[in-house]
Structure formats: C-alpha cells, structure tokens
C-alpha cells in the first residue's frame, strides 16, 4: 500500500486515480455507446454519461486549476457543517479520542498483508471459489482461511465453520438455490 | 382526515402471528445491529434484504423498518457503555451518555435512553400516522414531471448536502449511481442497452446487489481495518427507575428533539447523524446559564434530548419514500429496495388502494416503540455490554458469507456476485476518498423513477422541456429544493459576515 501510494498521477492518491478513471472510463464508454441506440433509450443514459464525464473530468485534474476553480470543486455546502457549529467538533475529538485509546491496546503481529488487503483478496478467492466449486463448499473454507490467518483458537474455528456452513446450507434447503455445485463440476461431469 | 376504519383494518392485520414476530424480530436484530460498533441499521438491512424474498410485501417491509428503528436506539448501547457510538445516530449521546457510566451508573443512563428512544419515537410515529391524509392529498398533485424533479432534485440534494468536502464529488456519484442502472434493459422503451450481446447483463445490474455490495461488502473491508475491541470493565450500577423518572421530568426535550428529528429526517441528506447533534444543540441553548456548563459531563438531559431526536428521525425519513419514493438516506433507500422487490410502488397507490399497507407499517413502528421500552428496560442494562463485544473477527466472515450468498439468492446470476464485488471495493475507495456513498446508491435506486417519469413527461410535452417549470407545483418543487440546497451556504455566509462586523465593531 505505502509503496503504491507514493506514486500520485494526476496529483491525486493512486485509489482516488483508479476510482474517479472508472467513473470516467464508463462514462466515456456509455457515452458513445449510447449513439448506437434510437431516440430516447439512447438520450438518457447519453446526459448521465456527459454529466458524470464532466465531474469526473473536474475532479481528476483539479489539482492542475486555478486556485478559484479548484476551491468551487472542493467546496461543500454540508447541512452537517452546521452541526460542527452545535457540537460536533467536540464529539469528533472524544471520538478521536475513543479510537486513540483503544488502538493502544493493539498488540498486532506483523503480517504480509495488512487486514483490508487481506480481507479484499480472501473476498475475491471466495467469490472465485464459489464459482469452481460452488458456495455451500466454499463458504465455510473462507470461514477456515480468515480463522487460520488470523490465529483463532480451535473453538472459534469450530464456531465459525459451523456458521458459514449453516447460512449458504439454510438458503439451499429453504430456497432450494443452486450452490452445491460450480463450474469445475459441470467440466467434470459430476454436476 | 385520518380513516379510522383503515387503521384499525392495520391494527388488526399486524396484531397476528403472522406479522407480530416479524416486529419483534426486527426490532431485537436492530438493536443487536445498532449496538455493534460497526454494523448499525443499514448494513443490517441490506443483509436481510434478499433474506425477505420469501415473505409478504408486508412481513418484509414491517422486518426491514423495525431493523431502522430498533438500530436507531441500539446504537445508544455502545455510546453510553462504551463511548463508541454504534452508529452517527448516537455520537452525541455519548457526550452524556458515557460520562454517567463512569460516574457508576449505566443503567440510569441506559433507561434514559430506552424512555427517550420509544417515547421520542412513539410521539413523532403518531405524528406521522396524523399526517398521511395530508400527505395523500399532496401526493396526488405530482404527476410524471414532478416526480422527475423530484427524484433529480433528491440525488443533487444528496450529493451537495450530504457529500463530505465537495459538492462535485457527491453529485457526481449520485449521477455515476444513475448512469450505472442504465445497463440492460430499458424501462422506458423497449430496448436493451450496452450488455454486448450477455444474456446474464439483460435485466441490467441488480440494485440490492449494488446495496448490498456498497454496504456489506465494501463495510467490513473497511471494518477489517478498524483496532479491534477492548475489554474494558464497566461498573455496574444506577436505578432504571430514576431513569424512567427523569425522562419524565424533561418531557418538553424529549418531545421537542422528537420533533427537531422528524423534520430534519424529512430532508434528504441529512438524517440521524445531523438531527442529534442539532437536538442536544438546542437542549444546550435552552437550558438556564448555570446548567450549560454540566453539559458533556454527564447531564441526563443530553441523553434525552439525543436519542428522543434519533428515533424521530425515523417517521420523518419515512415520508419522502413513501410519499414519493424518494429516500433521504441510505437506511431508506434499503427500505425502498425492499418495497420494490416486493412490488410495492411508493405514491398515491400507498395511500389509497394500499393505505392499509401504510398504515400497518407506522403501526409497527408504534408497536416497536413498545417493544424498544420493554427491552431497553428489562434486559438491555444487563446484557448491553455483552451485545456491544461482538467481535469483528465473527462479524466479517459471518456478514460476508450472508451478503454473498443473499445476493446470489436474488436472481441466481453470476453477475449479481461480480456486482457486490466491484461495487463493495467502489464503496471502500468512496470512503477512503470522502466520495458519498449514499449520493451513488440513492441514484442506482431512483434510475428507474428517473427514465420513466422523464420519458412520459417528454412524451406529454411532444420532448419540451418547458413541462418541467409551467405549473405552480413544479416551480415550487424547483424553488423548495434550491433553497434547501443553498440555505447551509447561504447560513455559513451569513454566520461569517456577522462575525467579521462584529470584530469590526
């Protein structure tokens, strides 16, 4: 993250880039996709794709503006700034505060990814797995994988397969929903 | 005038077994949600959206809405316990809140907030339930042109009062949110757009999908990087029934902030998380000089004043959507998702051939309030801390493993299980980036309303779009929404002119 971080197009963070070039790219593409459709079907997404090509185009290069357009960008008119007014100032520092103190009592050890990444890749091994080998099987080994890279105790492990294998189990039993088998089984004729 | 026969029709259809459990149900999973720092009453909902599929329209809306208010309350637990809000609702309770539990007595701070919460939200239920003939004969004067402004104003509304440092950025993802619906089959004319010949993409992305995704999905990625909880050890100690008592000696804050709720729930954008703050600012402003200064150290009024406009929020946030369909905020724009996916149309069809509907879903949320007293008071002070503890190491595997498999309950589509994902990282660049969630989901949810009301407004108007400003409805619409827009604006501007003629002075 920190490595990826240090690189900064368009001088924005390297998320805030892939964020806003996905609103862009979409927008683009739907814009001139819209052209291949008559009359309103292809209008409407038309002035929703201009509309969000010009924000997006706004906020990618705002850091190379003039100083009065890059403040009309970055300006909010937030009813909650009022609440700042009323107290919240003080609420966002006891909460600041808060999480302060609890961080402290952190004793993490060090682990090759940090938890978000590892949630996000174990998100999408679960999702591919489930593809393969279908959700019933697939939903208590992301329960296992999550307890093991973790280092959960063995009845917390127990407990977790227990659930991640009950919910997907109920939705099969009650709405008969297709999740015991995936693609590797139609490919090998056992589905 | 209210129709006492069709409420009492709604009181008899809720008080059976087959509605009764579903109140009760989803009030205990709303204050089990709203107490876990982390969950609170959106991620809830969305993961019990797709679990309503084989209920009523009734039983699942009458679910989803106890879930909004049982949360409302909920997330009070942890502020005052613990000093960790479980959700915007509640972080000003904790200003008063958790200093009464360190000076030993959380169960008087606990039934403050239980009296406050149902009664707060009781009245102001009430209220709501008053106001739907009004609100009917409303309702019927909006027709296509008015509902398109009306959706368009409620996704810029979102996007500029609710967006976190940039107007730009808010409405441009309340437009992105609009923009991405537009995959698949129209549902204004008979065509079928940019699926690239995908039989999968026909019926265009699911919006519970994108619901559940943003909010589920893309929640506990960022839940992943929050500390884990302590263990810290709360004293236990305080009378449940001073609690109660002192409820009922500020009954004028309880009912005012109720009140200040309901209205500020009413505007899109704003919600729960603003109307605390502005609650416990007029309790403040009100209180004599000498006892201003005990505020934030543990007056029982702030708590009042708190949670009483929290669950006043709820009636309030209740009447665009079903009014008109249109959702102030994320909470619900689930609901709304739910109406939907139960074939429920939001406007007049609710208040009149379906008023019983309506009037069964603020009757729960009556019922609610009641069960909310009951619980807040007798079991709440002595199990509260435990509910605040659940673990975010049980949480993401277990909310995960339901979003996804509820997802894929919906239509049994491969794309709906790609959707949560790109929409739950989407959702977790938005926050890191301070990009409003809430703006892109509220415009995935009201694309819909949009194409359909802009295509028959057009095709009244032989495509002038002189329709949308030649009646006194609509420049109303137009002239309410531009000052809500710029009245913050407008109020900043104001404040900062007569500070620096004062300073002149």
Same mark, same amino acid.
């Given at each position: 993250?920190?490595?990826?971080? &240090?690189?900064?197009?368009?001088?924005?963070?390297?998320?805030?880039?892939?964020?806003?070039?996905?609103?862009?790219? =979409?927008?683009?593409?739907?814009?001139?996709?819209?052209?291949?459709?008559?009359?309103?079907?292809?209008?409407?997404?038309?002035?929703?794709?201009?509309?969000?090509?010009?924000?997006?185009?706004?906020?990618?290069?705002?850091?190379?503006?003039?100083?009065?357009?890059?403040?009309?960008?970055?300006?909010?008119?937030?009813?909650?700034?009022?609440?700042?007014e009323?107290?919240?100032?003080?609420?966002?520092?006891?909460?600041? /505060?808060?999480?302060?103190?609890? !961080?402290?009592?952190?004793?993490?050890?060090?682990r090759?990814?940090?938890?978000?990444?590892?949630?996000?890749a174990?998100?999408?091994?679960?999702?591919t797995?489930?593809?393969?080998?279908?959700?019933?099987?697939?939903?208590?080994?992301?329960?296992?994988?999550?307890?093991?890279?973790?280092?959960?105790?063995?009845?917390?492990?127990?407990?977790?397969?227990?659930?991640?294998?009950?919910?997907?189990?109920?939705?099969?039993?009650?709405?008969?929903?297709? @999740?015991?088998?995936?693609?590797l089984?139609?490919?090998?004729?056992?589905? | 005038?209210?129709?006492?026969?069709?409420?009492?029709?709604?009181?008899?259809?809720?008080?059976?077994?087959?509605?009764?459990?579903?109140?009760i149900?989803?009030?205990? @999973?709303?204050?089990?949600?709203?107490?876990?720092?982390?969950?609170?009453?959106?991620?809830?909902?969305?993961?019990?959206?797709?679990?309503?599929?084989?209920?009523?329209?009734? &039983?699942a809306?009458?679910l989803l809405?106890?879930?909004?208010?049982?949360?409302?309350?909920?997330s009070?637990?942890?502020?005052?316990?613990?000093?960790?809000?479980?959700?915007?609702?509640?972080?000003?309770?904790l200003?008063?809140?958790?200093?009464?539990? !360190?000076?030993?007595?959380p169960?008087?701070?606990?039934?403050?907030?239980?009296?406050? #919460?149902?009664?707060?939200?009781g009245?102001?239920?009430?209220a709501?339930?008053?106001?739907?003939?009004?609100?009917?004969?409303?309702?019927?004067?909006?027709?296509a042109?008015q509902?398109?402004?009306?959706?368009?104003?409620? %996704?810029?509304?979102?996007?500029?009062?609710?967006?976190q440092?940039?107007?730009? /950025?808010?409405?441009?993802?309340?437009?992105?949110?609009?923009?991405?619906?537009?995959?698949?089959i129209?549902?204004?004319?008979?065509?079928?757009?940019f699926?690239?010949g995908?039989?999968?993409? =026909?019926?265009?992305?699911?919006y519970?999908?994108?619901?559940?995704?943003?909010?589920?999905?893309?929640?506990?990625?960022?839940?992943?990087?929050?500390?884990?909880?302590?263990?810290?050890? %709360?004293?236990?100690?305080?009378s449940?029934?001073?609690?109660?008592?002192?409820?009922?000696?500020n009954?004028?804050?309880? @009912?005012k902030?109720?009140?200040?709720?309901?209205? @500020?729930?009413?505007?899109?954008?704003a919600?729960?998380?603003?109307?605390?703050f502005?609650?416990y600012? !007029?309790?403040?402003?009100?209180?004599?000089?000498?006892?201003?200064?005990?505020?934030? /150290?543990?007056?029982?009024?702030?708590?009042?004043?708190? !949670?009483?406009?929290?669950?006043?929020?709820?009636?309030?946030?209740?009447?665009?959507?079903?009014?008109?369909?249109?959702p102030?905020?994320?909470?619900?724009?689930?609901?709304?998702?739910?109406?939907?996916?139960?074939?429920?149309?939001?406007?007049?069809?609710?208040?009149?051939?379906?008023?019983?509907?309506?009037?069964?879903?603020?009757?729960?949320?009556?019922?609610?309030?009641?069960?909310?007293?009951?619980?807040?008071?007798?079991?709440?002070?002595?199990?509260?801390?435990?509910?605040?503890?659940?673990?975010?190491?049980?949480?993401?595997?277990?909310?995960?493993?339901?979003?996804?498999?509820?997802?894929?309950?919906?239509?049994?589509?491969?794309?709906?299980?790609?959707?949560?994902?790109?929409?739950?990282?989407?959702?977790?660049l938005?926050?890191?980036?301070?990009?409003?969630?809430?703006?892109?989901?509220?415009?995935?949810?009201?694309?819909?309303?949009?194409?359909?009301?802009? &295509?028959? #407004?057009?095709?009244?108007?032989?495509? #002038?779009?002189?329709?949308?400003?030649?009646?006194?409805v609509?420049?109303?619409?137009i002239? %309410?929404?531009?000052?809500?827009?710029?009245?913050?604006?407008?109020?900043a501007?104001?404040n #900062?002119?007569?500070?620096?003629?004062?300073?002149?002075?």
């Amino acid at each position: 993250m920190s490595v990826i971080s &240090q690189s900064r197009p368009l001088g924005l963070d390297i998320g805030e880039f892939v964020l806003l070039g996905t609103f862009w790219s =979409f927008s683009a593409g739907i814009f001139i996709w819209s052209f291949s459709y008559p009359g309103f079907t292809g209008m409407f997404p038309r002035i929703f794709a201009v509309a969000v090509l010009i924000g997006s185009t706004l906020l990618l290069v705002r850091n190379h503006l003039p100083e009065f357009a890059q403040k009309l960008i970055t300006t909010s008119s937030n009813i909650q700034d009022l609440s700042e007014e009323v107290g919240e100032g003080e609420v966002a520092e006891s909460l600041e /505060k808060a999480e302060e103190e609890t !961080e402290f009592k952190l004793d993490e050890p060090d682990r090759p990814l940090s938890d978000t990444e590892f949630v996000s890749a174990a998100v999408v091994g679960y999702f591919t797995l489930s593809y393969l080998v279908g959700m019933l099987w697939a939903s208590p080994v992301f329960g296992l994988a999550y307890a093991i890279w973790y280092g959960k105790s063995w009845q917390y492990t127990v407990i977790i397969l227990i659930v991640t294998f009950a919910i997907p189990y109920a939705f099969y039993d009650v709405l008969n929903l297709q @999740i015991v088998d995936g693609y590797l089984h139609e490919q090998l004729g056992l589905a | 005038m209210i129709e006492p026969g069709a409420v009492l029709e709604a009181l008899a259809a809720i008080m059976t077994p087959e509605i009764l459990p579903w109140i009760i149900l989803g009030m205990a @999973i709303g204050i089990m949600v709203g107490a876990v720092p982390g969950i609170g009453s959106v991620l809830g909902m969305s993961i019990v959206l797709p679990l309503t599929i084989p209920l009523s329209g009734l &039983q699942a809306n009458i679910l989803l809405v106890s879930i909004f208010s049982g949360a409302m309350y909920g997330s009070s637990i942890s502020a005052i316990l613990l000093r960790v809000p479980g959700t915007a609702a509640a972080a000003a309770t904790l200003l008063d809140g958790h200093p009464l539990t !360190e000076k030993g007595l959380p169960k008087y701070a606990l039934a403050i907030s239980a009296t406050s #919460s149902a009664l707060g939200g009781g009245i102001t239920i009430l209220a709501l339930l008053l106001l739907i003939p009004v609100l009917g004969s409303i309702v019927v004067l909006f027709g296509a042109p008015q509902i398109f402004l009306i959706a368009m104003f409620g %996704i810029l509304m979102i996007g500029v009062i609710a967006s976190q440092g940039s107007f730009v /950025k808010g409405v441009t993802a309340g437009l992105f949110g609009v923009l991405i619906m537009t995959i698949g089959i129209s549902p204004a004319s008979p065509g079928v757009r940019f699926t690239g010949g995908s039989l999968l993409l =026909f019926d265009g992305l699911d919006y519970v999908a994108i619901l559940i995704g943003m909010f589920a999905i893309g929640e506990m990625i960022r839940l992943a990087a929050k500390p884990r909880g302590d263990n810290t050890t %709360i004293v236990d100690g305080g009378s449940i029934v001073s609690g109660i008592g002192t409820t009922a000696r500020n009954y004028v804050t309880m @009912i005012k902030s109720g009140f200040i709720g309901m209205i @500020i729930g009413a505007i899109p954008g704003a919600g729960s998380s603003a109307s605390n703050f502005f609650a416990y600012a !007029e309790a403040v402003r009100t209180a004599p000089l000498e006892e201003q200064e005990s505020y934030g /150290k543990g007056n029982p009024r702030g708590v009042v004043a708190a !949670e009483a406009s929290n669950n006043g929020t709820v009636a309030g946030s209740l009447m665009p959507v079903i009014a008109f369909g249109i959702p102030g905020s994320a909470a619900t724009a689930v609901l709304l998702g739910g109406f939907l996916l139960h074939g429920i149309t939001p406007g007049p069809e609710l208040f009149d051939e379906n008023l019983s509907f309506t009037y069964s879903l603020i009757l729960a949320l009556l019922i609610g309030n009641i069960f909310i007293l009951i619980v807040g008071l007798s079991i709440v002070p002595y199990v509260g801390a435990a509910i605040t503890r659940l673990d975010k190491d049980f949480i993401i595997p277990v909310v995960v493993v339901l979003a996804t498999v509820g997802a894929f309950a919906l239509r049994a589509n491969w794309v709906d299980i790609v959707t949560l994902l790109i929409f739950g990282l989407i959702a977790y660049l938005m926050y890191q980036y301070d990009y409003s969630i809430i703006a892109m989901v509220i415009g995935a949810v009201l694309a819909n309303i949009l194409e359909t009301n802009l &295509q028959r #407004s057009l095709a009244l108007s032989d495509g #002038s779009l002189l329709i949308f400003i030649d009646d006194p409805v609509s420049v109303t619409i137009i002239v %309410i929404m531009t000052l809500l827009m710029i009245s913050p604006k407008l109020t900043a501007w104001y404040n #900062s002119r007569t500070a620096s003629s004062n300073e002149l002075e």
